[in-house]
């Protein structure tokens, strides 16, 4: 079956230093990968998407990589705040003529000042 | 827009006891999806839902029915509500659902308990 694992339960870093999030996936060759950000007692908000054909992607502060070799994607933040202190969460389609997605079990990201 | 809306916001209910939690999107969304999320096992897919009248089965379905005469609404039914079934249910949805990496907008979700 798929599985996705997040690199750590949670990783904790120092305002202004680069957040990396790993996201490790078998059994499947997805079409894309989205990332998710989810705050306490609240639903998943949209982060970026990244195709199977595209190495990067940039949005702002945000930076996602893909390597379908080894099948894995990096999640940057830099110049990390503690606003950015949440759960983020991969996930990876799972069907090309739907929207079904499977999620990784989460990366929470504490940004001390 | 409202978005996706879900209600109740907590619940709780005795074992056997059934109830339906509701999930509603103005964003005429073809794509509609039920999970749930436990501590370490993260988002789990229910149920999903590709337009009116048509649904399938996700990842965990036993224990849960759904239905969709709508574009709108798309309820989630616990038939007989069990301790297992204790979680935080979300309702997703998104544009198309024809897997061309729609993003998908989660409701504030449902805290369920059962005793």
């Known amino acids: 079956s798929q599985k996705i694992e997040q690199n750590s339960e949670a990783l904790n870093i120092q305002e202004g230093k680069t957040a990396t999030l790993t996201c490790n996936y078998t059994?499947?060759?997805?079409?894309?990968l989205q990332w998710y950000r989810q705050d306490p007692g609240r639903g998943p908000v949209f982060l970026l998407l990244?195709?199977?054909?595209?190495k990067e992607k940039r949005k702002e502060r945000l930076k996602v990589t893909f390597d379908t070799t080894l099948k894995q994607s990096l999640f940057h933040i830099t110049a990390s705040q503690p606003a950015d202190s949440a759960t983020y969460l991969c996930?990876?389609?799972?069907?090309?003529?739907?929207?079904?997605?499977?999620f990784g079990t989460g990366t929470r990201l504490q940004v001390f000042p | 827009n409202a978005g996706v809306t879900q209600t109740p916001k907590f619940q709780v209910l005795k074992t056997g006891q059934s109830m339906t939690l509701q999930c509603a999107q103005d964003m005429n969304h073809e794509y509609m999806s039920w999970y749930r999320q436990d501590p370490g096992m993260g988002l789990r897919l229910i149920h999903y839902s590709v337009g009116a009248g048509i649904t399938d089965q996700g990842e965990v379905p036993n224990g849960y029915n759904v239905s969709r005469s709508t574009t709108e609404d798309f309820p989630l039914r616990l038939l007989s509500a069990a301790p297992s079934q204790t979680s935080v249910y979300f309702c997703?949805?998104?544009?198309?659902?024809?897997?061309?990496?729609?993003?998908?907008?989660f409701g504030p979700g449902t805290r369920l308990t059962v005793l």
């Open positions: 059994n499947y060759s997805p079409a894309y």
């Open positions: 997703a949805s998104s544009y198309s659902g024809r897997g061309v990496g729609n993003e998908q907008f």
């Open positions: 996930a990876l389609d799972i069907s090309y003529n739907t929207d079904k997605l499977i």
């Open positions: 990244i195709r199977e054909n595209e």
